[in-house]
């Protein structure tokens, strides 16, 4: 009804302003979207948002983003009412971060993704958690033929160096083996490539 539609355009303009690097349309495409997944979600949250399972099955099919521990973390980080739901504003917020953020918003939204327990640091055993989980490339009883293996060696000796720095960081800046993010902010800045170090959190540039 009338109401409804003054509801969503009232909604629109707000998140327009909140979410600043989406345009009206794309706020309305988004918010639109936003009501298709919800038709798909469970009814427990009594259409206020979708749940979980629904966030990983879109980002999956619209980013190429697959791996299941990364997306739960991308799911906290974009649940910030910490309810097991995403709502219209987290929804349309987070996607700004995500899609356009800046190096600033990009390197909390990561931070907050390594942070498991949530406890502003980023400790040696959540490193090894991400990194483990990164590394794993494919099912063992999917030979890949002679070059990507070759690839793949290269890519990997190259990633472990990177990592490599990163723990050096890590001493060099605490001693304790946590890592901070003014600790990480510094590494982002002298070496953009260390935004995504513990696994793939973004979207690709595509």
């Known amino acids: 009804g009338a109401m409804n539609k003054k509801g969503v355009k009232l909604l629109v303009d707000s998140l327009t302003r909140s979410a600043k690097h989406f345009n009206k349309s794309e706020v ?17 949250f009594a259409g206020a948002g979708f749940d ?17 521990v990364v997306l739960d973390r991308v799911f906290s980080t974009f649940d910030k009412g910490n309810n097991g739901c995403i709502t219209v504003v987290e929804w349309v917020e987070g996607l700004a971060v ?7 918003e990009k390197m909390k939204y990561c931070f907050a993704v390594y942070d498991l327990n949530g406890d502003g640091y980023i400790s040696r055993d959540e490193m090894f958690q991400m990194l483990k989980n990164s590394l794993l490339i ?9 070059g990507v293996k070759d690839l793949v060696d290269l890519v990997l ?17 605490d001693h304790d083996g946590k890592l901070s993010f003014a600790d990480f902010e510094k590494a982002v800045r002298e070496e953009k490539l260390l935004l995504e170090v513990f696994g793939p959190c973004l979207p690709d540039i595509k």
């Open 52 to 68: 979980r399972t629904v966030f990983r099955d879109t980002l999956h099919s619209a980013f190429g983003m697959t791996d299941d």
């Open 157 to 173: 000796k190259k990633m472990a160096s990177t990592y490599l720095f990163v723990l050096f960081l890590l001493q060099d800046y």
């Open 28 to 44: 309305e495409c988004l918010v639109s979207l936003f009501d298709t997944l919800v038709a798909r979600a469970s009814s427990q």
């Open 98 to 104: 995500l899609l356009r953020g800046t190096l600033e």
């Open 138 to 146: 494919q099912p063992a009883d999917e030979e890949p033929d002679e």
